[in-house]
């Protein structure tokens, strides 16, 4: 069985890391959604990609004065005041409201779209019979040394989330090890590939599971990489033809912006 791994959710069809977007992944039918932990500067953990807010926010016409909008120098209260939707209606990043698969209503409730909490999509992770994969990321100053890890498990066993729900990824390797020894019930998965331009490398294969840019990777790699009882995931993967040779090799999951197509191309018996 193939895995269909929404991507910062259904970022194709919702603006990324939301809520609407974690809807929108339960919706089409994946398996599981992908999202980013981020940390404000009060140390209110909340899903964000971007070291900056200004991409995906209107950070910059809020507050000006704050370039470049590290999202570490700003505090939940301040984070909570965005508007972390209008940008997707205003640019259609993925061409899917034009080409009609976002619903006018839809589109009229993305402005206003808060940016979530850590809280909030692992409840709604449960409530919903869904599962998560958390992505620990690098912090930006001067939450660089920020305990990520202590303060996410800590969420998870306040929420009493179910840890066969929980997937933590992170491209620090020593992070993972501390998520193994802190609580072993919690799965954990190695991304490579931090650098597109940079030979994936893993290490000495201590992890089970290894989520790999799609773009340094190839079929005879993906083999034999799996005939070591590996497990192997590829970001991100969108076009059906690399989904195919991709299945084909060995992988067991796509981590995808469209897992609608991934749905579908899966229903076709791939």
Partial sequence: MVLNIAHRGARSL????????????????????????????????????????KRTTDAQQRFPER?????????????????????FVR???????????VSPSRQKAFPGEKVPTVEEALTFTQESDFRINLEL?????PMQDFPVVEKVLAMI?????????????????????????RNSGID?????????TEPLDWGDMEFRTYNARSTLIDEETIQKVVKKGI???????????DMRRFTAAGVTGLITDFPQRVKLFLNKGA
């Fill in 91 to 101: 640019t259609d990043p993925f061409g899917q409201i034009a080409a009609g698969a």
């Fill in 137 to 141: 990321k690098r912090l930006p100053a």
């Fill in 231 to 241: 497990t192997v995931n590829l970001f991100t993967v969108n076009e059906e033809e």
């Fill in 188 to 196: 954990v998965q190695a991304l490579i590939g931090y650098y597109s």
């Fill in 157 to 181: 066993e306040r929420l009493k989330i179910d840890t066969h729900r929980i997937i933590i990824s992170s491209f620090n390797h020593d992070w993972l090890k501390e998520v193994q020894k």
């Fill in 14 to 53: 919702a603006p990324e890391n939301t809520m609407s977007a974690a809807q929108a992944a339960l919706e089409t039918g994946a398996d599981l959604w992908e999202t980013d932990v981020a940390v404000t500067s009060d140390g209110r953990l909340i899903l964000f990609h971007d070291d900056s807010l």
């Fill in 67 to 87: 370039s470049p909008w590290t999202f570490t120098t700003f505090t939940f209260s301040e984070v909570r005041q965005l508007d972390a939707g209008s940008w």
